[in-house]
Nanobody
Framework: VQLQASGGGSVQPGESLRLSCVASGRSFSDLSTGWFRQAPGKQREFVVTIGRTGVMTYYADSVKGRFTISRDNAKNTVYLQMDSLKPEDTAVYYC???????????????????WGQGTQVTVSS
């Protein structure tokens, strides 16, 4: 599976960004997907995951209520709408995918076998 993320940028606190990740090489509806992020000097951390049909979603507490994940299986694309951005959201954001159904415990980077190249999100005044 190949993943191509886009949509990052530099914004001020309180503004919004929408990330996209296009998958290829595998039937998209076979894949559970998600977003992780990594800030300088920190480990990659879980942000949100979504199941194959888009019904199941799991959010990190730090983004709950501000970020929304969605997917369009017809376009092989998963989206991350990020609203009310904060400086602490600054990081490189990675999309990830794994074959099969989403499990409640799928919050570790090791649970996902395919990764995109990352897109930088910077939130600063």
């Amino acid at each position: 599976v190949q993943l191509q993320a886009s949509g990052g940028g530099s914004v001020q606190p309180g503004e919004s960004l929408r990330l996209s990740c296009v998958a290829s090489g595998r039937s998209f509806s076979d894949l559970s997907t998600g977003w992780f992020r990594q800030a300088p000097g920190k480990q990659r951390e879980f942000v949100v995951t979504i199941g194959r049909t888009g019904v199941m979603t799991y959010y990190a507490d730090s983004v709950k209520g501000r970020f929304t994940i969605s997917r369009d299986n017809a376009k092989n694309t998963v989206y991350l709408q990020m609203d009310s951005l904060k400086p602490e959201d600054t990081a490189v954001y990675y999309c990830a995918a794994r074959l099969g159904p989403l499990r409640i415990g799928d919050r570790r980077a090791a649970d996902f076998g395919s990764w995109g190249q990352g897109t930088q999100v910077t939130v600063s005044s």
